[in-house]
């Protein structure tokens, strides 16, 4: 049986690839699009509900696993944003992802400080969000200025230096030892527990409701200035659109999707310490968004798919003996040397978003100099939509 | 559209993905039922040293058990691989366990971290689970959890016997540095030393929190600096190793004293054997190797049969572990469920293991930690890793 | 863990030492990053796998000729596989990671991300080939202090990685002011279109920015070994802090790298003793942030304007 599904899925991915660009695809796509208005929403409910459906087939284990990819698919989504919508690098992505977890064990009462209120998951969602969305616009906020690949190492360091603080701030964090004990979430009076299922259902709706508000975001003006941006950030300053201001939106939105999924995360897991946030999980995410496709939602969630469940089928062959530990091993690796691939080959990611694809292609041409192609071009081109 | 087709692959992907890691060991005798006894440590990453002789010893004591064919039931080990013990990666595997019904117990976790992720878990579950090397302290206070055991003594105790050792003990150190790894049991460790030296009249002139590297040049200066008789640290092998190297060269002469988590076989190697002589170890844990009892002896060399190199650290105490799964299991017949398990356990009295003889306390505020705490002190003596006695023995409390 | 009376308690002198030495291994491997960032306009960031291909080709020398332990001549005979396996690792990276996104003309962020992916594939490779032990090098100087003044001391060790890198420094300011390579180097970094237009050939000059950088990284490499072990993550560290030593003193800048690296090194290992150790790290990303932030050109400056070329 299992072979089959792999092949099948095998299969599917290579049809999802080919969707991108081939004839077949175009006129797909013109369908799509003639009749967008009434065929996302219900694509979009086909979607969720086979995802819902799925966890009537699905073990415990697969479940796990499920809720993983799920608040992956969240983080990839909110990077999608902050990466494919506004062209940002941001290597410290997990620093928000890390602020939302943490902010959910401390307002809980499971770390060292104490509040005199009691607060449960629903009551600490919202301000989790706002404290994500006031660190994006301080971590954004000086570095928004700076170019491309130098925003991105600065993100960088200031991931660690949130992931290095928290490890030192015993009183706050309880540093090195993390917080245990973080209250499950609650619906309704009863609490979740333990069981993967409904938190795998409410990352499912999380993920919806991103989806939507990123949905809407893109289609409106904010879409179209991150568009401007993207194209050519100086013709869009010097056409008035405030460039600063909708980069820091993205910021900003990119930190509270991946917020949300730091609440999530620590609710279910109940525990969370440094180690959870290290450099190598915003590659991961990254990969999994570069992967999927650059400013594609629904490329990205393959992506992050992809990223955590072929792992998990390795695991498997690691009966295989060495080789298959050893494969294991080296899963960030292959994800390495998937970057490289999909850069050189296809940037625009494996379901592409059709603005990008068109850039990567045709851009290419345009920036080629005198020195043929001797030396990298200027800010990223990028395409987003869906 | 595009959705669509990426919801198709989604689907397929997410159901066509695998592994369910298979238990090892089954029991001869097909026609009994079979429980399974879980297990979850770091099996392949950087701290595998400390718990893969420990995944050994049970998977020995196991096998023993089912060939001897006394149990009403056939044994199955299913050991658990959290890579690099990552503390959030133990919960679904805890999940794995409690998921399964046939799961009546679970050896480990193997690391604090990790033991302190999944006991609110197997707590839930009703599910006990003893662990054979997970010594931070505060895992034990305020009782929460009647489903953990812990088999060995635990920081406290270790902790303290280094403090003790250090300051009244031969060593004599009224300046000691304490440093630790900043993990969890790094920073446990060396938080009680810290507390315990003050206690016992020595000085902290050092307290320094670095996490695993190889550049310790900033550390070691600050040693320099402030010249302490001792330097304590609280973390694990390889780190263990790379910074008394680094301190040995740079002429740093103090006494070195650590945990567990340094006590491996490849300390003195990559420290260099000149550079480890005179460390001092300390260890709620029997090296079975340079013990001259009967029963330490034959699994020795029971292990070694099987396994083709000797038990290292916490290898003994996992063998007694599961010898008290085992006789849990025993006086449940046939009817063995996680309550009977749970049951017998907690009642468990006098039951001499290679290690000690079992007893849990009852307090509250230390809930089932051995009364027998059997804290070692090791010493590096000419190359080799020998057993000084129960710091007991060396140094009166 | 520390307060400000420590730093001042902290044993300056002492402490300098050890910062010079490390700071002299920042500089070296700074000076890949700031050449292929001169030429390419380029962030390299996996500069930090060529770095641990040389402690590797090191390592591997020594335990063949040197395994029980050795001096100084086989430290020298040493250095050639290191340098070797440094620069081939760096053109590897060119011509399979960098040259096809050149000719597709990407955009900085692609070389960005391929430079990450690279970065990981090669480090899952030494993980794969060597496992997670950490390797030391046999001994073939002896660490221990030769010169003591009070309670400073000076190993051989640290005389040697200090000189060695003033050699390679000196040696690399020869190379780029008088050679022909050098020069082409110089003409591409200045303006690439000019330069291709009078005839220099840009594939060949970034090659050779590749094998030099990489050599330098080499040596480092090799230097890094006589005092710390190795392992397939080694080069993360020491690649982010000398990246931050590059752009300290001026990416670009040849003798920004020198002086940023030693900048750095001191920084750090005398930060250590003020605010304790737990804190190092940061100190070093610390400065990047602000380096980036406030004065992106670096301490010697070169014309690194946000958002243009």
Redo the contacts between chains.
Sequence with gaps: MRPLLALASVIAIIFAWAYGDSKVGGRVREFYDKREKWMFPVVFAAFFGVFALLTTFLDVAKLELGFLVGYNALLAMGLNVVVGYAGLLDLGYVAFFAVGAYTMAILSNAGPIQLPWDLGFWQILPLGIVIAMITGVILGGPTLRLRGDYLAIVTLGFGEIVRIVAQNLDGVTNGARGITGVENISMFGKSLGLDPKPYYLLTLFFIGVAAILIRSLNNSRVGRAWAAIREDEVAAEAMGVPTLKYKLWAFAIGAAVASVGGMVFAAKVTFIDPVSFHLIISIFILSAVVLGGLGSTAGVMVGAVLINVLPEMLRGLSKLGTIGDKLLDARFGIFGLVLVIMMIFRPEGIVPSRRRAAEMKGGAEETKGPTGGGLPAEPAPAGGDE | ??????????????????????GTGQGPDSSKKTVKIGFIGDL???NSALVVPGRNAAQLAFEQANQKGDLKVTIEFVPLDNKEA???K???LA??L??DQAVVGVIGPAFS?ET??V???FA??GLTHVTQSATRADLTAGGKFPTFFRSVGGDTDQAEAAARIAVKGAPKCDTVAVIDD???Y???YADIVDAKVKEYGGRVVT?????P???Y??????L??SSPKCVVYGGYQ?QS??LI??MR???VAAQFISGDGTKST?YIP?AGASNAEGTLMTCPCLDANVSDEAEAKQFVTDYKAKFNTDPDIYAPEAYDVAQIFIKAIGDCGTDVTRACVLDKITNLKDFKGLTKTFNWTTDKEALHEVTDKGVNIYSVKEGKIVLDGNVNDIVPA | MGIASECITSDLPLRMVGGLTTGSIYALIALGYTLVYGVLRLINFAHSEVFAAGTFGGLITLNLIAGDGGNAFHLIVAAIPAILASAAVAVALERGAYRPLRRHGASRLSFLISAIGASLFMQSIYLIWRGRSFEQFPETIPIRPLIEIGRVQISTVDIIVFIAMIVMVVGLDFLVQRTRIGKGIRAVAQDAETASMMGVNIDRVVTWTFIIGGALAGVAALLWGLRFPTRFDVGFLPGIKAFTAAVLGGIGNIRGALLGGLTLGLIENVGAGCFGDAWKDVIAFTVLVLVLLFRPTGILGEDVVEGKA
């Design positions: 559209m595009r959705i669509a087709a990426a919801l198709v692959a989604l689907t397929l992907v997410a159901a066509a993905c695998g592994g369910d890691d298979g392949t990453g950087a990552d503390p959030s133990a919960p679904p999940q794995q409690i998921g971290g302190s992720a006991q609110p878990l839930q579950a900043k993990s969890a790094g920073k446990g307290r320094e929190s670095v996490a590297t190889t550049d040049t900033s550390l070691v200066d600050t320099r600096s390889p190793s790379i190297k680094q060269q740079k002429n490849k990559e």
